[in-house]
C-alpha cells in the first residue's frame, strides 16, 4: 500500500474527528494489516472499559464509522432527545458510580 500525502491528511482528520468523539487509535487485534482501531480515550467514554476494541477497519471503513457517530449525535441533538450538557452528566454520573464501586470494594 502507497501512502501519499492525501493519505496523511484523511489519517490527522480521522485522528482529530476521533478524538473530538472521544475514541483513539489504538494497534488492531484483528491481525489485518490495514486495519485500524479504535478505543475509547481515556475517560472520555466511561461506558467502556479502556481497552475494549469498539471498531475496527480500513481508513475509509473508520471515517465512515466516525461520520455515523456523529450523525447520530446531531440528530438526537436535533430532535431534542439529547444535549451536549445532558451527555456530560450521563458521563460524568457513571465515572462516579465507578468510583463509588472501586472505594466499596476496597473497604
Not at 7 to 19: D, S
Not at 78 to 100: A, F, T, Y
Request: charged share 25%.
Amino acid at each position: 500500500m502507497t501512502i501519499g500525502y492525501n493519505t496523511i491528511l484523511r489519517l490527522n482528520r480521522a485522528a482529530e474527528n476521533a478524538k473530538s468523539l472521544g475514541f483513539k487509535f489504538g494497534p488492531t487485534r484483528v491481525g489485518v494489516s490495514d486495519a485500524l482501531s479504535l478505543y475509547p480515550n481515556d475517560e472520555a467514554l466511561p461506558n467502556y472499559t479502556r481497552d475494549a476494541e469498539l471498531f475496527s477497519g480500513e481508513l475509509s471503513q473508520v471515517e465512515s464509522f466516525l461520520a455515523g457517530v456523529l450523525w447520530s449525535r446531531q440528530y438526537l441533538t436535533m430532535l431534542g432527545l439529547v444535549s451536549n450538557s445532558k451527555i456530560d452528566r450521563k458521563e460524568q454520573n457513571v465515572r462516579n458510580r465507578k468510583l463509588l464501586a472501586l472505594l466499596n470494594k476496597v473497604e
